[in-house]
């Protein structure tokens, strides 16, 4: 028998599918908490991939550990669920091994910032082709949230629970600073519009590290919430703003806090490869 919910059920599966979106999911179901900015965080990733018409097996993602770490294993392209800290190297090195695969790096923002954090300037120096998603819900979701390098000074959590004493990182100040040549921040609540940003870092040739804001709905009931975020959130005035412009790029990362959009972008700047193949003509 049939029942009219099942029936608009198996409607709504059928659209999914028709639009392409189950491409590059797994049958595994995420295990992220309901409410969580993960889901709208990958399916705008998902979407990115489609439009670009990417081939899941050109894709390869790579992860660290933390409530982010599982993405790979709901990507239906080649991946890699690593260490703690890890993606970034990982992917470094599957992107020089193989130039051809289109390399994620996947990470939450104590796994690139805290225990990895000494990983970021040198993938940014050298402008290897990799793109990084920064996860950033700004507490340790998976281990009960304890403060994170991006948790709000005063902000009481389960490591902290009389406040967190230490000043929080500014994840765009650290990328520009570092020399990273794309530099761009998205928000879980915009769907569509970190859709668009990581069309534009995927397709950035060079380093590219889009931060992704997002609530942690279990740990965090009163900061970094929907809600707040949301009232926060605004874009940046690309009529003013020049993206080639690193001090402008710099002045708003200082004191907007919650801009979205491309900060920084060098498109002139040669990938690690091109400038290894370079060295290697002149050898010749």
């Known amino acids: 028998m ?28 995420p295990t992220w908490c309901p409410g969580c900015g993960y889901f709208g965080i990958t399916d705008a990733i998902l979407k990115a991939c489609l439009e670009l018409n990417l081939k899941n097996e050109e894709i390869c993602a790579i992860s660290g550990i933390g409530c982010a770490g599982r993405y790979p294993v709901f990507m239906n392209v080649y991946g890699f669920h690593t260490l703690h800290g890890r993606s970034i190297p990982v992917a470094s090195g599957v992107k020089l091994a193989r130039e051809d695969l289109t390399v994620f790096a996947v990470a939450g923002d104590g796994d690139a910032l805290g225990i990895g954090g000494g990983h970021l300037p040198h993938i940014a120096r050298k402008n290897i082709d990799i793109t990084l998603f920064l996860f ?11 403060s994170s390098a991006t948790t709000l000074f005063g902000q009481a959590t389960s490591s902290h629970p009389g406040g967190n004493p230490d000043t929080p990182l500014n994840p765009i100040k650290l990328a520009l600073a570092y020399g990273a040549s794309f530099v761009a921040r998205g928000f879980a609540g915009d769907p569509e519009g970190l859709k668009h940003l990581a069309k534009e870092a995927i397709t950035h040739k060079g380093f590219s590290f889009l931060h992704i804001t997002t609530p942690c709905v279990t740990f965090d009931k009163f900061n970094f919430t929907w809600k707040n975020l949301k009232e926060n959130h605004s874009y940046i005035d690309q009529s003013i703003h020049n993206v080639t412009d690193m001090e402008s790029a710099m002045r708003i990362a200082e004191h907007e806090r919650f801009k979205l959009g491309v900060f920084y972008k060098d498109s002139n700047r040669l990938s690690y ?12």
Do not use: C, M, W
């Open 2 to 29: 049939i029942t009219p919910g099942s029936q608009y059920l198996d409607e709504q599966i059928n659209t999914v599918k028709e639009n392409g979106f189950l491409r590059y999911r797994t049958g595994e179901l």
């Open 273 to 284: 490869h091109e400038n290894l193949r370079n060295i290697a003509s002149k050898k010749a």
């Open 136 to 146: 950033d819900n700004s507490i340790y979701g998976l281990t009960k949230g304890q």
